[in-house]
């Protein structure tokens, strides 16, 4: 075996690679692109940490929300993955989410996430970026959005051999899942 043969870079490394940079195409004017990634585009001041990553409010909503509507599409239980009220401020929701900048940057980097909840909240998060979060507050940004989008799908049928046209949770995990499973054979 070559040298260059083991340094193939496996598909699930290649769909998250493919992912994040359609989905951070924009966000160097946001900051860090592993932080806007975490915590979302409307940031006044982002942690920064590497270590964790809370989503707030509208976009804690959002995130928890697909999380519910798709839990029987990930097979997921959603007891362990409450919505919280800060303790702090009480109009303050918040979710954490395994998509923190330090396991993103090792996802970039090769490793393959053997936790299926961080190939899901990979997806879900994608997903809201893609959506925009909320875009009637956004409507500038729409066509930003559609291109998005666009390209998601385009990534997705590529690891599916599929002709969709419509962005979908279902399809990214879908995707997401297809490259997992081509990573180990």
Request: glycine residues 6%.
């Amino acid at each position: 075996m070559t040298a260059k043969a083991e340094n193939k870079i496996k598909p699930y490394t290649s769909f998250v690679i493919e992912v994040f940079n359609c989905i951070a195409e924009d966000f160097g004017k946001y900051g860090n692109s592993l932080n806007v990634f975490a915590e979302g585009r409307k940031k006044e001041n982002y942690s920064g940490s590497q270590e964790y990553a809370v989503l707030r409010n509208a976009e804690a909503r959002l995130f928890h929300s697909v999380l519910c509507d798709h839990a029987d599409v990930f097979g997921l239980d959603m007891a362990g993955r409450p919505i919280k009220v800060s303790k702090i401020y009480e109009d303050e929701t918040k979710i954490t989410h395994s998509c923190y900048p330090k396991n993103v940057r090792r996802w970039l980097n090769g490793t393959i996430s053997r936790k299926k909840i961080c190939r899901i909240d990979f997806c879900v998060l994608a997903w809201c970026h893609a959506a925009g979060w909320n875009p009637s507050f956004d409507l500038e940004r729409i066509e930003s959005y559609n291109s998005c989008q666009k390209k998601l799908v385009e990534i997705c049928n590529g690891y599916l051999g599929t002709q969709e046209r419509i962005l979908s949770i279902d399809l990214l995990w879908k995707a997401s899942m297809e490259a997992y499973l081509q990573s180990f054979c």
